[in-house]
């Protein structure tokens, strides 16, 4: 069965920390994977998705980036953490197409 | 350019009755939608999908209908139950010629059940 792993379950960064967060999934190969977020009181936005090692497409221009570095890691990264960046992170994964896809349970970050 | 809507943030019901949730898209090139709930601080789970060359899925308590003409979708809970209050998000996607399969979420709907 497919399984994501995320981690750490709480974060509290200062303003202007760096930041990674880091996703990896079993069960599955070449899957499609996802990051996205949710704010307070706001819907899932998509941030980045990946359909393949090294392959990043971007939805949101922002401070945040992502990387793909091998095919069941996720990366999120961020140079420079602001406070609009607090949210509720979710890594998700897609195995086929017209699938339904798969999420991780998330990461609560708060910037302060 | 919100491609999905949810245009009730909350929907409170009494348990045993249907809860009906409803989602809008306006992009012409999904084909298939999906529904989630999810509790706070938590993931999303899956409910129930639906393809494009369908008008309606049902499993168990829960039914979803899609119409195309309308770009709308619509989830049905019958009987609802306490447990079933969450919130619901409704998704979508595409996977023809040019699309790569992203998936984008409504803003979701607030269900509440009342005993």
């Known amino acids: 069965s497919q399984t994501i792993h995320q981690w750490p379950a709480t974060l509290v960064q200062p303003v202007g920390s760096p930041l990674s967060l880091e996703c990896t999934v079993e069960g599955t190969s070449n899957p499609n994977l996802y990051w996205y977020r949710q704010a307070a009181g706001r819907g899932l936005q998509l941030l980045f998705y990946?359909?393949?090692?090294?392959?990043i497409s971007s939805e949101v221009p922002q401070n945040l980036s992502a990387s793909r570095p091998q095919d069941r890691q996720f990366i999120l990264s961020s140079k420079k953490l602001l406070l609009s960046d607090s949210g509720f992170y979710l890594c998700?994964?897609?195995?086929?197409?017209?699938?339904?896809?798969?999420f991780g349970q998330g990461t609560r970050l708060t910037v302060v | 350019d919100q491609q999905v809507k949810q245009n009730s943030p909350s929907l409170s019901v009494q348990e045993g009755r249907i809860s009906i949730l409803n989602c809008d898209y306006t992009?012409?090139?999904?084909?298939?939608f999906l529904w989630y709930k999810k509790y706070p601080a938590e993931g999303p789970t899956f409910l129930i999908s639906i393809s494009s060359i369908k008008d309606k899925n049902e499993d168990g308590r829960f039914t979803v209908f899609l119409n195309k003409s309308a770009k709308h979708l619509s989830l049905h809970i019958v009987p609802s139950q306490p447990g079933d209050s969450a919130v619901y998000f409704c998704?979508?996607?595409?996977?023809?010629?040019?699309?790569?399969?992203?998936?984008?979420f409504g803003q979701g709907t607030t269900l509440q059940v009342k005993p």
């Open positions: 998704a979508a996607s595409a996977h023809r010629s040019g699309n790569t399969g992203k998936l984008i």
């Open positions: 998700a994964l897609r195995a086929q197409a017209n699938t339904e896809a798969f």
């Open positions: 990946s359909v393949g090692i090294g392959q």
């Open positions: 992009n012409s090139m999904f084909d298939y």
